[in-house]
């Protein structure tokens, strides 16, 4: 089931290694990555402190994925560090962008550089050389450099920013660089997991570019149902959900050879 465009996702924060907030964006990362036919292979959240991030993106490029997506860490204050420790990586010095800069002046409606405060300059700051997307629902920018063939997209950490530059710029990106699609869906079997495992075995030996999950954590009853998820890669959209509709048939007449029921699921 291997895709052709691997992807890491890191998410800067304390406030997330504390679990003071939920990493709600990796989550939602995921999601769109898998849509979008790329392979996503890891999950990291980082704290607020330089060697750990630099440490941490330094693995993903000793790793050689093709793309990193970073969150987090580009505001104004000081534990804002994601700027530079990519800059460190890189090995090129932090500077501001000047289009960035211009852009937060016409927002602010200042007329002079003398009026930009210290936080907007820190904002408008990026790794020399990189390619910088303005936000269209707020104001740290979209930070994209490649460095040895690996591409680093990254975004602010406020989830509705983060949304909408990934879809303007990161999805265009991955989009353009896979060759698969996938498509998935969730049904709900009333059965034990012990008794669906090797039903959902059987579907993907015999649609390899299947993945089927049973979740027990959301069983929360022994009389509900078992949800299951079946994800289908294909060679475009339409091979997918063709791949999907066919893992599901024969799911559905295994459990039922069982004397068993399968049914969509409803949230």
């Not at 941490?56 to 804002?80: H, Q, W």
């Not at 962008?97 to 937060?104: G, N, P, Q, S, V």
């Not at 629902?137 to 406020?158: R, S």
């Not at 599901?248 to 459990?255: A, G, M």
């Amino acid at each position: 089931m291997a895709a052709d465009l691997t992807v890491e996702v890191y998410s800067i924060g304390t406030e997330l290694i504390m679990g003071r907030i939920q990493d709600t964006n990796a989550h939602w990362i995921a999601g769109q990555v898998a849509v979008l036919g790329g392979a996503l292979r890891r999950m990291t959240v980082v704290p607020d402190d330089m060697d750990e991030i630099v440490a941490s993106l330094e693995d993903a490029l000793s790793r050689r994925a093709r793309v990193v997506i970073v969150t987090g860490g580009l505001g104004p204050t000081p534990d804002d560090m994601t700027v530079e420790a990519l800059a460190r990586l890189a090995g090129v010095d932090p500077v501001l962008d000047e289009a960035t800069l211009e852009d937060f002046m016409r927002r602010r409606n200042l007329t002079t550089r003398e009026e930009a405060t210290p936080p907007m300059l820190k904002m408008a700051t990026v790794p020399e050389g990189a390619e910088v997307f303005h936000n269209p629902v707020g104001w740290a920018p979209c930070i994209k450099l490649v460095k040895d063939e690996v591409t680093f997209f990254v975004l602010p950490g406020p989830p509705r920013e983060m949304e909408a530059l990934f879809n303007g710029y990161v999805a265009e990106f991955i989009s353009a660089s896979v060759q698969t699609r996938s498509a998935a869906l969730r049904v709900i079997v009333n059965m034990f997991e012990s008794e669906v495992s090797p039903l959902l075995e059987a579907v993907m030996a015999r649609y390899p570019t299947t993945y089927l999950k049973a979740y027990v954590a959301m069983r929360h009853a022994l009389e509900q149902g078992l949800p299951v998820d079946i994800v289908a890669n294909g060679k475009d959209a339409a091979d997918a959900q063709h791949i999907l509709n066919a893992a599901v048939e024969y799911l559905s007449i295994l459990v039922a050879e069982q004397g068993k029921q399968m049914e969509l699921y409803d949230a």
